[in-house]
């Protein structure tokens, strides 16, 4: 079935820090989303993306949907420790399917 | 609004019980989903539903059963537990937003359930 190339698979950074990561796939998706999920918790909406090339911010979060539309970024500044977490990309296939295909995720820890 | 609701929290099974894994969400969403989460991977999807009364399977559907008799309840069944099975369980939910080509549709997900089968 389909994949989602997640990357990096993980990383340690410094408070302070930008961070970036993304999500590439041989599939073209309709829509890209980005969650993050918190330690025994479900996975949270960050941003959402529905047009190629489009740049998105949500506070010191900003996401971009690739041109060919088999790909986004995920970039975080100015990192602190609440940001520690597991980030996930999810690609919908096709408007009206609402079934997505998640990545395997990028664990973000963050030293203070 | 409590969202969506998981039960139990953690469960430890044996090869071949079976048991229900309970998910509630008073949003009034039509769409709810299972999904499975393994060690270092992302989620995957057991099974889905549209509407009371509708269901269809999504990646790894084998070994488990779902029914919708309501809107606001989406149980799943594992029928006989195996040692494959140990995940932890997400269920969610979302609008319906088929009428609309360019909107997204967010899943709003519930804490899981860390299934162990020994």
């Known amino acids: 079935g389909q994949q989602l190339n997640q990357s990096p698979q993980s990383m340690f950074i410094q408070e302070g820090e930008d961070v970036s990561m993304n999500c590439t796939s041989s599939s073209i998706f309709n829509t890209w989303l980005w969650y993050k999920q918190d330690p025994g918790e479900g996975p949270v909406l960050l941003i959402a993306l529905y047009k190629a090339g489009e740049l998105t911010s949500n506070g010191r979060l900003t996401a971009q949907f690739g041109i060919t539309r088999k790909d986004s970024f995920l970039n975080i500044s100015a990192s602190i420790p609440s940001d520690v977490g597991i980030y996930f990309c999810?690609?919908?296939?096709?408007?009206?399917?609402?079934?997505?295909?998640f990545g395997t995720g990028t664990r973000l820890k963050v030293l203070a | 609004n409590a969202g969506v609701t998981q039960t139990p929290k953690f469960r430890i099974l044996k090869i071949g019980q079976s048991m229900t894994l309970q998910c509630t969400q008073d949003m009034n969403h039509n769409y709810m989903y299972w999904y499975r989460q393994d060690p270092g991977m992302g989620l995957k999807l057991i099974y889905y539903?549209?509407?009371?009364?509708?269901?269809d399977k999504g990646e790894v559907p084998n070994g488990y059963n779902v029914s919708r008799s309501t809107t606001e309840d989406f149980p799943l069944r594992l029928e006989l537990a195996a040692p494959s099975q140990t995940s932890v369980y997400f269920c969610?939910?979302?609008?319906?937003?088929?009428?609309?080509?360019?909107?997204?549709?967010?899943?709003?997900f519930g804490p899981g359930t860390r299934l162990t089968v020994l």
């Open positions: 539903s549209v509407g009371a009364g509708i269901t």
């Open positions: 969610a939910s979302s609008y319906d937003l088929s009428r609309d080509r360019d909107s997204y549709n967010e899943q709003f």
């Open positions: 999810a690609g919908q296939l096709a408007p009206g399917t609402y079934k997505y295909i």
